[in-house]
């Protein structure tokens, strides 16, 4: 069955600091797509980010890039250079072809990002 | 701006009374899907569908009902029958290709009591 780990519950940075959040995997496809969304206390999902499976390169967008590591079945979060604003709850996300379905996204249980000043 | 509508964004119903969260996007998606979150959780899925007049059940789909009348429109309806109710719920939807994400809409906190 397919899955995602997050072992992190919490985790805090000092501001403009670099921060990596795990995600570990497990499937039995050969092709898949790993996200990662932000939850602010708001409650919306936010998409930062994406990495296929055969990507060769390692997905990046802005102060976000995602460390994959196909081997090992991770797909770590990495912020650059912290903001307050990036206090949040991150969800990584991996998608998952239910019942002929692309777009169903199975997700971790999130890490809970804090920022300090 | 095209995005998807939850409303409302809370809710309160007496235990034993059905009630219906709405959905609404203009992105022009086939696919929408309905996710339920419990604190300190992630999205489980209820519901979703690739297209009109067709839907299928997720992993807890058990005391949820769903129609999908409109491409635009998948009202969620939580029966009497949904054993623990309270929770927040989350709308998506997508091209439902391999590689694109799932937009969300800002969900609504039902509360049953």
């Known amino acids: 069955a397919q899955k995602i780990t997050q072992t992190q519950p919490g985790m805090f940075v000092q501001e403009k600091e670099a921060v990596t959040l795990d995600c570990t995997y497990d499937?039995?496809?050969?092709?898949?797509?790993l996200f990662w969304y932000k939850q602010p206390s708001s409650g919306e999902m936010i998409f930062l980010i994406y990495q296929g499976s055969y990507d060769e390169q390692n997905a990046t967008e802005g102060r976000y890039s995602l460390n994959f590591q196909k081997a090992r079945k991770s797909a770590n979060l990495v912020i650059s250079a912290s903001q307050l604003g990036d206090s949040a709850m991150y969800f990584c996300?991996?998608?998952?072809?239910?019942?002929?379905?692309?777009?169903?996204?199975?997700f971790g249980k999130g890490t809970k990002l804090s920022v300090k000043p | 701006d095209g995005g998807i509508t939850q409303s409302p964004k809370y809710l309160f119903r007496k235990e034993g009374q059905n009630v219906t969260l709405s959905c609404e996007q203009n992105?022009?998606?086939?696919?929408m899907y309905w996710y339920r979150q419990d604190p300190g959780q992630g999205l489980r899925l209820i519901y979703y569908?690739?297209?009109?007049?067709?839907?299928q059940k997720g992993d807890i789909a058990e005391g949820y009902s769903v129609s999908r009348e409109k491409k635009e429109s998948f009202p969620l309806t939580v029966t009497s029958a949904q054993k623990n109710p309270t929770a927040f719920y989350l709308c998506?939807?997508?091209?439902?290709?391999?590689?694109?994400?799932?937009?969300f809409g800002n969900g609504t906190r039902l509360t049953v009591t």
């Open positions: 996300a991996m998608r998952h072809n239910y019942g002929g379905s692309q777009g169903n996204l199975i």
């Open positions: 992105l022009n998606h086939d696919a």
């Open positions: 499937t039995s496809d050969q092709s898949y797509g």
């Open positions: 569908s690739q297209i009109v007049n067709d839907f």
């Open positions: 998506a939807s997508s091209n439902d290709r391999e590689v694109s994400p799932l937009h």
